[in-house]
Every structure is written in structure tokens, then in C-alpha cells.
């Protein structure tokens, strides 16, 4: 169990263009999720918790307007790239947390990732 | 502020060899610690998660460690295989509550090359 998907898993788009990436909980609900986005051969770097039906909180230094987030229902949370250029070409990885008294605390399960290349 | 460390950067080892990856963590107030598996091009795979009341955690060939009053955990692995290769990350949450609820402070991984 505890399976986290994306889509898609690559992209390339052209500069100016909006991206939309869905990061989905198969088999749990999750009313936190989080974005991350990874640099060639380094960690990751938290870009925004997105909450179930409320606003995403976003690290400091991320543009809110350029990464639009979306957390519509308990399995399905959207990263949509607006305007984007190639600067914004990175890998972007989701995770959901599990929740409920039968788990355990924070444990959180991710997604393949999304290859995005802007030219 | 949490920072977590894993030592070393990178390891290479002949396939059959038990290892040991290291991570240290400055703020001891937390609730578990996590143990990821990142292969090159893809996502995070959860390799095991280890409660702050846990002293150990095993599954199949790994077996994780957790001092919470030092700071650190340890993976250690058995007998191990060229299928391990990968970057093993470790995590733990980055506050107890407010508005840090559930984010990961990671380290910087170590890359594990096992060789036939």
C-alpha cells in the first residue's frame, strides 16, 4: 500500500508555456501534501505544503504566483509552473502524508517525479 | 534550526559487503526519522521509518538505528547487492507542530555504489 503517482513523468515545453503536474494518492487520503523540486546530484529542496481545501503554504523564496498549487480533494494535488522559462527545469517530486491513528506519525510516501525541461 | 548530515558522501563497495551509512541530526525533539531510497531519475522510496521511542527497525537486509539524546541513525545493510546502488537519504520532520506540521529537513544522501 501507500502508493504516491504523478503525472506526467516528463515534460518539455516551450518557454512561456504553463505546466500543470498531478501528484495523486492511490490508496490513502492524504490533507497534506508537499512539493519538492531536486537539482542535478543534490537533495531536496521543499518548495510548498499543500493543504485539502485550504491555501499552500510556500518555503521562503518561492514565488506563489509562478508555482500555483492546488489541493482540491484528499487524493489529488496539482503544481501547475505558470510562465514557464528555462530556469524552471527541474525534476519536481510530490509526497503525501498518511494519516490516521494506525500509522505512523508523518510518515510520508512519494511520488516518480516530474521531469520538466523548458527550452 | 534542524540540520541533518549524512556521512559518508559517497561509498563504493564489493557486492557480498555489510555497510554502514550515517546520519546526524542537530535538534533531538523529534518524532521519527526516515530512511529513503532515491535511484538515479526517479522518486523516493521509503525504506523504513524508525519512532523517536524505537531504539531499532529492520526490514529484510536492513536494519536502521536511532539514538535520539546523540543526534543519530544508522542504516546498515547486509550481504549487500549491485540491486542496492542508489542514493539512501535520510529525514526527519523539520518541527513537533505549527506551521512547520510534517516538513522534512533532509540530508544531502549518500551515493552507494556496490560492485560485482
Known amino acids: 500500500g501507500a502508493v504516491v503517482s504523478?503525472?506526467?513523468?516528463?515534460?518539455?515545453?516551450?518557454?512561456?508555456?504553463?505546466?500543470k503536474i498531478e501528484c495523486r494518492s492511490l490508496d490513502f487520503q492524504a490533507t497534506t501534501m508537499f512539493w519538492y523540486r531536486q537539482f542535478p546530484k543534490q537533495s531536496l529542496?521543499?518548495?510548498?505544503?499543500?493543504?485539502?481545501?485550504?491555501?499552500?503554504?510556500?518555503?521562503?523564496?518561492?514565488?506563489?504566483?509562478?508555482?500555483?498549487?492546488?489541493?482540491?480533494?484528499?487524493?489529488?494535488?496539482?503544481?501547475?509552473?505558470?510562465?514557464?522559462?528555462?530556469?524552471?527545469?527541474?525534476?519536481?517530486?510530490?509526497?503525501?502524508r498518511r494519516e490516521g491513528r494506525e500509522f505512523a506519525y508523518n510518515e510520508q510516501f512519494f511520488g516518480p517525479g516530474t521531469r520538466l525541461t523548458v527550452l | 534550526k534542524q540540520e541533518v548530515t549524512q556521512i559518508p558522501a559517497a561509498l563504493s563497495v564489493p557486492e557480498g559487503e555489510n555497510l554502514v551509512l550515517n546520519c546526524s541530526f542537530t535538534d533531538s525533539a523529534i518524532y521519527n526519522l526516515q530512511w529513503f531510497r532515491q535511484d538515479p531519475g526517479k522518486g523516493l522510496t521509503s525504506l523504513l521509518l524508525i519512532q523517536s521511542s524505537q531504539r531499532e527497525q529492520t526490514s529484510g537486509r536492513l536494519n536502521a538505528s536511532l539514538d535520539k539524546s546523540s543526534g543519530r541513525s544508522t542504516l546498515y545493510i547486509a550481504a549487500s547487492q549491485p540491486g542496492d546502488s542508489a542514493t539512501y537519504l535520510c529525514a526527519v520532520p523539520f518541527n513537533a507542530g505549527g506551521t512547520s506540521y510534517g516538513k522534512l529537513t533532509f540530508g544531502q544522501g549518500t551515493i552507494l555504489t556496490v560492485h560485482p
Do not use: W
Open chain 1, 45 to 96: 529542496m521543499l518548495m510548498a505544503t499543500s493543504n485539502e481545501g485550504s491555501k499552500a503554504t510556500y518555503e521562503q523564496g518561492v514565488e506563489k504566483d509562478k508555482f500555483l498549487i492546488n489541493h482540491a480533494s484528499l487524493t489529488l494535488s496539482t503544481l501547475t509552473v505558470t510562465s514557464a522559462h528555462p530556469e524552471d527545469s527541474s525534476f519536481y517530486i510530490c509526497s503525501a
Open chain 1, 6 to 19: 504523478q503525472h506526467p513523468s516528463r515534460v518539455i515545453c516551450k518557454s512561456g508555456t504553463s505546466v
